[in-house]
């Protein structure tokens, strides 16, 4: 599970000398790198022999690479995390999941919290984008009577500027956009000089309830995962999966496919 954005990173690594055994460094130096390329050197404490910690409070969402060096002896330790950005990734929340796997101890929370956004993300790959999110796309066309947007649906179009010095930025009040099929035009009818770079919101204010029923479905179904081959198996039927959908194999099933039937994007559209 990511790291919330502003959650403190406990860092930990152990020094170990050329025969394998834990041991005391002279220096012990770790370096995160943050998703930006930037560095930080949270400073490094012993915890025991050959053992060692140090906190990261996070700053930036994404990959973050970690890097121990020891010296006297010589070793060093590679590591990684993830942050989650600061919006929220699923479609309820933890406590909504919980109830409906039946679950009260927080125990198991992160990877609940996980299985949610998975859950969420599987739901996007039938109807686009639920969660709103700001999106910034490139065309690269001369000239065109309009531009069709990549993820749909489109709430709102807030820039359309030109990807090279000089050429037409437009506002966007002089803009019809048909949010459904992602279609941008001029309102006057006129012609689009591109290259043009678009930054505009996709998603859904108002999700349907049979998309947020799907997606609790899908939860269910790939939370048995968790239940390990000596737990039954709830559920049995249209709640299985015989047959593979193209793109997520066996991981959604039947029922949650046919709520998602009527939101479903049409062939072609992302």
Same mark, same amino acid.
């Given at each position: 599970m990511p790291f919330d954005l502003g959650a403190?990173?406990?860092?930990?690594?152990?020094?170990?000398?050329? #025969?394998?055994?834990?041991?005391?460094?002279?220096t012990a130096t770790v370096t995160v790198t943050l998703p930006d390329g930037s560095t930080a050197t949270p400073a490094a404490s012993p915890t025991g022999t050959g053992t060692y910690s140090a906190d990261y409070p996070t700053a930036q969402a994404g990959r973050h690479t970690? =890097?121990?060096v020891f010296?006297?002896?010589?070793?060093?330790?590679?590591?990684?995390? #993830?942050?989650?950005p600061a919006a929220a990734e699923g479609l309820f929340s933890l406590a909504e999941a919980k109830r409906h796997l039946n679950l009260t101890s927080t125990r198991q929370d992160d990877e609940v919290r996980t299985w949610v956004a998975t859950a969420t993300e599987a739901v996007e790959w039938?109807?686009?984008?639920?969660?709103p999110r700001t999106v910034v796309e490139d065309h690269t066309f001369r000239r065109s009577s309009m531009l069709v /947007? =990549?993820?749909?649906?489109?709430?709102?179009?807030?820039?359309?500027? &030109?990807? /090279?010095?000089?050429?037409?930025?437009? /506002?966007?009040?002089d803009l019809?956009? #048909?949010?459904?099929?992602?279609?941008v035009q001029l309102s006057s009818g006129g012609t689009l000089a591109g290259p043009l770079r678009i930054t505009y919101?996709?998603?859904?204010?108002?999700?349907? &309830?049979? $998309? =947020?029923?799907?997606?609790?479905?899908? /939860?269910?179904?790939?939370?048995?995962?968790?239940?390990?081959?000596?737990? &039954?198996? $709830?559920?049995?039927? #249209?709640?299985? $999966?015989?047959e593979p959908i193209p793109g997520l194999g066996y991981a959604i099933p039947h029922r949650a496919a046919q709520l998602l039937s009527p939101h479903q994007l049409p062939p072609g559209v992302a």
């Amino acid at each position: 599970m990511p790291f919330d954005l502003g959650a403190t990173v406990r860092l930990t690594a152990e020094c170990r000398d050329p #025969d394998g055994a834990l041991a005391t460094a002279t220096t012990a130096t770790v370096t995160v790198t943050l998703p930006d390329g930037s560095t930080a050197t949270p400073a490094a404490s012993p915890t025991g022999t050959g053992t060692y910690s140090a906190d990261y409070p996070t700053a930036q969402a994404g990959r973050h690479t970690v =890097r121990w060096v020891f010296t006297g002896p010589a070793h060093a330790y590679t590591d990684a995390f #993830d942050v989650a950005p600061a919006a929220a990734e699923g479609l309820f929340s933890l406590a909504e999941a919980k109830r409906h796997l039946n679950l009260t101890s927080t125990r198991q929370d992160d990877e609940v919290r996980t299985w949610v956004a998975t859950a969420t993300e599987a739901v996007e790959w039938f109807v686009g984008p639920v969660i709103p999110r700001t999106v910034v796309e490139d065309h690269t066309f001369r000239r065109s009577s309009m531009l069709v /947007l =990549r993820q749909t649906p489109v709430l709102e179009v807030t820039t359309l500027a &030109p990807v /090279l010095s000089g050429g037409t930025s437009y /506002l966007p009040a002089d803009l019809a956009l #048909d949010g459904a099929s992602g279609v941008v035009q001029l309102s006057s009818g006129g012609t689009l000089a591109g290259p043009l770079r678009i930054t505009y919101t996709a998603g859904r204010r108002i999700v349907p &309830p049979s $998309v =947020r029923s799907a997606a609790l479905i899908i /939860l269910q179904h790939l939370w048995r995962t968790q239940q390990g081959p000596a737990r &039954p198996q $709830v559920g049995t039927g #249209d709640f299985d $999966v015989t047959e593979p959908i193209p793109g997520l194999g066996y991981a959604i099933p039947h029922r949650a496919a046919q709520l998602l039937s009527p939101h479903q994007l049409p062939p072609g559209v992302a």
